[in-house]
């Protein structure tokens, strides 16, 4: 008698799963103890297998996956080289940053930077407090995100919990607070655009070297809140120069290449939290602290972790002399 058809001895969830990982570059004799170790007999996984390699269908995939298993070799030599002591190198550091050494050592290269006091000659180091915007700006009201504890994914879900207060009771909320997630004005509250708030931007001095002229509006951020806001793990689509004026932020990044993070990624945010104990990225990951007045340059597509140490206020700004939009680079989107 001849042996069963192996198709009909494997699930349809075991079937998917054989052609994903063949498919993938896994050996053929670990799928096949993977198999035997799920009570397939030996004969059957070796057959079915086998088998899969003659089917006109999986020739094609397995000729169009080609190309993604050799990107995978590729990113497999940045991500090793990251891996051997990047927590421990820490994020490169750039005290006095030209726009020759900027463009030419950082954003062709997609590398982050610290620029440690990059900002403290600027108006707003000095100026720019919770009090003073509530002195000065308290009428306007302003677009905030509460109810942020009580939604897991409540940074994807700003517009949800997004509502309208004047700015001073906004500010008098956050210095009642001494640590909470539960409110912040984030980027996406697009306050900047607000003409009442537009003085503000007179307290900042850009770089021509670095920003083209009069190009931030519309290409700016304002973040405001209390110590313990949190911006889960996530990437950007277009590169920033993030400013810390007021308070202290803690900065989690990895790089593009850090694959792992694609696991279970919904358009641009990660599954991971970088803040558990032990998880499986810690060997490519860098930490930076942001002082009052430092910036931090965050590359195109390099994930980041952001916590508020202070109450905080933060400023990101995009516009950037050459173009800045990679609205295709979208790496964990199931589209």
Avoid at 64 to 85: D, E, F, N, V
Avoid at 90 to 117: A, C
Avoid at 301 to 314: P, Q, Y
Wanted: glycine share 6%.
């Amino acid at each position: 008698m001849s042996a069963p058809d192996p198709h009909l001895s494997l699930s349809p969830e075991w079937r998917s799963w054989v052609v994903e990982n063949l498919l993938r570059g896994a050996p053929q004799d670990e799928v096949i103890t993977a198999l035997t170790a799920e009570s397939v007999p030996l004969n059957y996984a070796q057959q079915y297998v086998q088998s899969l390699y003659q089917l006109p269908e999986f020739q094609g995939a397995w000729k169009a996956s080609r190309r993604g298993r050799q990107l995978h070799t590729i990113l497999k030599l940045p991500r090793t080289l990251y891996g051997q002591g990047a927590s421990s190198i820490g994020v490169p550091q750039q005290v006095h940053l030209t726009g020759t050494d900027f463009y030419r050592d950082y954003y062709r290269e997609n590398r982050p930077v610290h620029v440690p006091g990059y900002a403290r000659e600027w108006p707003a180091y000095s100026r720019w407090t919770p009090q003073h915007l509530r002195d000065t700006f308290g009428d306007v009201n302003v677009q905030i995100t509460s109810g942020r504890e009580s939604d897991p994914d409540y940074d994807m879900n700003t517009p949800k919990h997004s509502e309208t207060i004047t700015l001073r009771r906004y500010v008098e909320m956050i210095l009642s607070l001494s640590h909470s997630n539960d409110v912040y004005m984030v980027a996406n509250n697009r306050n900047l655009e607000h003409p009442d708030l537009a003085p503000l931007m007179d307290d900042v001095v850009f770089d021509p070297h670095i920003f083209r002229d009069n190009g931030w509006r519309g290409c700016s951020a304002f973040w405001l809140g209390p110590a313990g806001t949190i911006t889960p793990l996530h990437h950007d689509t277009c590169n920033i120069m993030f400013i810390q004026i007021y308070g202290r932020k803690r900065v989690r990044l990895f790089p593009p290449s850090a694959t792992v993070l694609l696991d279970g990624a919904r358009a641009m945010y990660a599954a991971l939290d970088p803040e558990t104990p032990n998880h499986c990225a810690t060997d490519q990951m860098w930490v930076v602290d942001l002082e009052p007045g430092d910036a931090l340059f965050l590359p195109v597509g390099w994930w980041h972790h952001v916590r508020a140490l202070d109450t905080s206020i933060s400023l990101a700004v995009t516009h950037f002399h050459p173009p800045n939009r990679f609205d295709w680079y979208v790496p964990g989107s199931t589209s």
